[in-house]
C-alpha cells in the first residue's frame, strides 16, 4: 500500500523540463513535429541525466518510452559546441520511434530499427551532416 501511494505520488509530481542552457527540447520539438510529421505526433520531451562527464560506460544520448509517449534527450546535447542540427536530428530519431515502432523480424526477433525506421531516418534534411558530425566527435560522448 504504501509503494502504491508513494508511486502515485511519484507520479503528480513528475514534470518536463524543456528549457536548457542552450536549446529548448520543445521548441525544437515543435519544429521537427511540424517540418516531418504534420504535426500529428503528440509526445512529451524532457532532458535527463547530468550535463558532466566522467561516467565509464556510453551514454544513450536519446530515448523513447512508448508508454509513456515520453522522448528523453541527455543533457550532455544541452551544449554550445553542440550543432543545432545534431539535436534536431536525435529528436528526429527518437520521434521515428514512435511513428515506426518495432516489428517482428524472422525468428521472433525484435526490430528496432528496421529498413522503414532508416529510410525515413535518412529523409532528415541534414542526416548526412549529422552522421559526419558524430562520427568526428564520438569523444564528446564516451567516459
Ligand atoms: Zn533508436
Same mark, same amino acid.
Given at each position: +500500500?504504501?509503494?502504491?501511494?508513494? =508511486?502515485l505520488f511519484k507520479k503528480k509530481k513528475t514534470f518536463f523540463t524543456t528549457q536548457g *542552457?542552450v536549446f529548448d527540447l520543445q521548441e525544437i520539438y515543435r519544429q521537427v513535429n511540424d517540418? #516531418?510529421?504534420?504535426?500529428?505526433?503528440?509526445? =512529451?520531451?524532457?532532458? =535527463?541525466?547530468?550535463? !558532466?562527464? !566522467?561516467?565509464? $560506460? *556510453?551514454?544513450?544520448? !536519446? =530515448?523513447?518510452?512508448p508508454k509513456a509517449r515520453l522522448i528523453k534527450i541527455h543533457r550532455l546535447l544541452d551544449?554550445?559546441?553542440?550543432? !543545432? #542540427?545534431?539535436?534536431?536530428?536525435?529528436? $528526429?530519431?527518437? +520521434?521515428?520511434?514512435?511513428? #515506426?515502432?518495432? *516489428? *517482428?523480424?524472422?525468428?521472433?526477433?525484435?526490430?528496432?530499427?528496421?529498413?522503414?525506421? @532508416?529510410?525515413?531516418?535518412?529523409?532528415?534534411?541534414? $542526416?548526412?551532416?549529422?552522421?559526419?558530425?558524430? @562520427?568526428?566527435?564520438?569523444?564528446?560522448?564516451?567516459?
Amino acid at each position: +500500500m504504501f509503494s502504491l501511494i508513494a =508511486s502515485l505520488f511519484k507520479k503528480k509530481k513528475t514534470f518536463f523540463t524543456t528549457q536548457g *542552457k542552450v536549446f529548448d527540447l520543445q521548441e525544437i520539438y515543435r519544429q521537427v513535429n511540424d517540418e #516531418y510529421f504534420d504535426a500529428k505526433l503528440n509526445l =512529451s520531451i524532457t532532458w =535527463s541525466g547530468h550535463p !558532466g562527464r !566522467g561516467a565509464q $560506460y *556510453k551514454r544513450r544520448l !536519446g =530515448s523513447f518510452d512508448p508508454k509513456a509517449r515520453l522522448i528523453k534527450i541527455h543533457r550532455l546535447l544541452d551544449n554550445a559546441s553542440i550543432p !543545432g #542540427y545534431f539535436i534536431n536530428f536525435i529528436v $528526429y530519431h527518437e +520521434m521515428l520511434h514512435c511513428a #515506426y515502432p518495432p *516489428k *517482428k523480424g524472422k525468428k521472433g526477433r525484435r526490430l528496432i530499427h528496421h529498413a522503414v525506421f @532508416k529510410k525515413h531516418e535518412k529523409q532528415f534534411r541534414e $542526416y548526412h551532416l549529422a552522421q559526419e558530425w558524430i @562520427k568526428n566527435n564520438r569523444h564528446l560522448f564516451l567516459g
